[in-house]
């Protein structure tokens, strides 16, 4: 790009910051200019919630660039404390506000980027503005969050949604040795993921001393005498708190976009095509703000993560500058780490598959995350959601200690690919002893499913069990069967069972199941070769337990 472009961006972090210094790459003449309205350019917001729980102690840390380094690294203007009043389209003029003097001045542009991110909602709840009640968004809102943790000496705190904030707030305050009482709405914790999922994280969250009130929602907030506060819920209680914080979710900031009579979504975000234009052609938008496509359902959805924002910003700079570069959609892919277990998904969900009418089969699988023989070995809980027919990867989910994520992203780069089980079950992956296995957990994901798919071990799903006539037989050895078990279930393990598979029924179903689901597929496997109609149940006991 030759011409000299007037470049000007509203909101300088993660989608603002990243289009900026993209845009330079493209071109050295033009001019570019960073408004944002608060103190810092830039600034890791990921890394808040482990600012407050002092994990991250030095603030600095948390401030990825600054002004000078745009400018001298980059030759981009960044003005702080400088909030954008109005955009007219007409003239292509910005009208800014400069914080500290008051004065509003005029910026000309030739291409206008919004970045404007998301605000954490207040609903309009009784007592919502009082004193102690917080939200996180910037860094002088973890400062606040901090000074008053040690003014108030808080020893309690009630945490008001259990989405990735709500927890990872819910890990730092208990870190500095604060009682927490965490609610919920809804009757899990991690929306993204599937309520069986998370039953491990509800126990870890409840071993860690965290008071967890599920399916409770708030109805408003109260001062006492001493100054402290009390947080009232439908269902009647009341739950003392000297600090509380907000996690409920963001609302796009869309008035700059609104007023200027930018499309806007049904969801609420700015309208934007795959060039992440909006409706007017000097102006983009990126981040929070705007609606994405759901890479596996189409849907226009709001999703506020860092990576798409990122993404997008690159491919704003990239169409400004005159490449086609597309934004191909957002997938949702997800993590977060709560008292040493970590929680990550990709794709729908099997909620959202149910919501839109998307036709999935589903398997459950509870794989060491390195071989068992080397010492340290961590089950991964996972779930995988695939289309029934040709085997594409719709979603995937996964708990545990260690190796959690790195499965995920596998799987998320496979879906992006519209990649099916079948890929999986063919993917090359590392091994060695202390990584992974041989057979790792991906790939075992892909091969038992594919083994639904070919119809080598057809599985039961436990919440579909009561629909029919089903002989449940458990494969387990006698001590794990007598330590519990489902009731009604024969008990032949696994060793016995070709001698004592005249026990057995030709002409019923039969249910198998063991602990995880990997000797119920041998056991499955053999009953189908002697002609029984035999069926795994997927992911075992272990699943059982969980959507009990
Ligand atoms: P923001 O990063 O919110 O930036 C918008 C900027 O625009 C703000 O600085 C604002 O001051 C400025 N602005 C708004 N309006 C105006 C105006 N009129 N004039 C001037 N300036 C304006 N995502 C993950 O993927 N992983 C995580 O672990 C993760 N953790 C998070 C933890 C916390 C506590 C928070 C708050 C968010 C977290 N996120 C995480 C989400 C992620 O930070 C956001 O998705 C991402 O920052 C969005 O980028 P953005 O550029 O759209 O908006």
Same mark, same amino acid.
């Given at each position: ?89 007409? =003239? ?334 063919? =993917? ?20 038992? =499913? ?99």
């Amino acid at each position: 790009m030759n011409t000299k472009q007037r470049i000007l961006i509203i909101g300088g972090v993660a989608g603002g910051a990243s289009c900026a210094a993209r845009t330079r790459r493209q071109s050295e003449s033009a001019e570019i200019i960073i408004f944002d309205r608060g103190s810092f350019v830039s600034f890791a917001n990921c890394g808040l919630p482990y600012y407050v729980g002092d994990v991250i102690t030095d603030e600095k840390k948390l401030l990825v660039a600054n002004t000078e380094l745009f400018k001298h690294r980059f030759n981009i203007e960044v003005r702080l404390e400088h909030e954008v009043l109005e955009i007219d389209r007409d =003239a292509r003029e910005i009208s800014v506000k400069d914080l500290n003097s008051g004065q509003v001045y005029r910026e000309r542009y030739d291409a206008l980027v919004l970045a404007p991110g998301a605000s954490p909602l207040r609903p309009p709840l009784p007592g919502i503005d009082l004193p102690g009640i917080f939200a996180l968004r910037t860094i002088p809102d973890s400062r606040r969050i901090r000074e008053w943790i040690v003014e108030r000496q808080v020893k309690q705190a009630v945490i008001v949604g259990g989405g990735f904030i709500g927890l990872e707030m819910a890990e730092n305050l208990v870190k500095r040795g604060i009682a927490v009482t965490l609610l919920e709405m809804l009757p899990q914790v991690m929306p993204p993921l599937d309520p069986e999922m998370v039953t491990p994280v509800h126990d870890r969250l409840t071993a860690h001393g965290v008071q967890l009130r599920l399916g409770d929602g708030v109805t408003g907030f109260e001062q006492t005498s001493e100054g402290t506060l009390v947080v009232s819920t439908k269902s009647g209680e009341k739950h003392p708190a000297d600090l509380v914080i907000l996690g409920i979710g963001v609302r796009p900031e869309t008035k700059l976009a609104k007023d200027a009579g930018l499309d806007i979504g049904d969801r609420g975000g700015i309208r934007v095509n795959e060039q992440m234009r909006t409706n007017d052609e000097h102006i983009w938008a990126v981040g929070d703000a705007v609606e994405v496509r759901d890479w596996v359902t189409g849907e226009w959805m709001l999703i506020p993560l860092a990576g798409p924002a990122n993404r997008q910003g690159r491919v704003a700079a990239d169409a400004i500058c005159g490449r086609d570069t597309r934004f191909r959609g957002v997938q949702g892919t997800t993590v977060c780490g709560v008292f040493g277990l970590i929680v990550a998904a990709t794709g729908a969900s099997e909620k959202t598959l149910k919501r839109v009418g998307m036709a999935y089969e589903k398997v459950y699988l509870h794989p060491g995350h390195h071989v068992g023989y080397y010492p340290g070995a961590k089950p991964i809980d996972m779930k995988l959601l695939f289309s029934p027919q040709e085997g594409r990867i719709l979603g995937a989910q996964a708990v545990g200690e260690e190796g959690v994520e790195k499965r995920m992203d596998v799987i998320a780069m496979a879906l992006q690919n519209r990649a099916t089980v079948f890929d999986l079950e063919e =993917a090359e992956l590392c091994y060695a002893p202390q990584f992974g296995a041989a057979k790792d957990p991906v790939n075992l994901a892909g091969m038992v =499913a594919v083994n639904v798919l070919r119809g080598d071990a057809p599985i039961i799903h436990w919440d579909k069990l009561a629909e029919d006539e089903t002989l449940l037989l458990d494969v387990r050895e006698i001590g794990e069967f007598e330590a519990g078990h489902v009731e009604g279930a024969l008990n032949i393990p696994l060793t016995q069972l070709r001698d004592r598979v005249h026990e057995l029924p030709k002409d019923q179903k039969i249910a198998v199941y063991c602990q995880v689901g990997q000797r119920a597929y041998y056991a499955t496997r053999a009953l189908r070769l002697q002609g029984f109609d035999a069926h795994n149940l997927t992911g075992g006991f272990k699943t059982y337990k969980a959507v009990q």
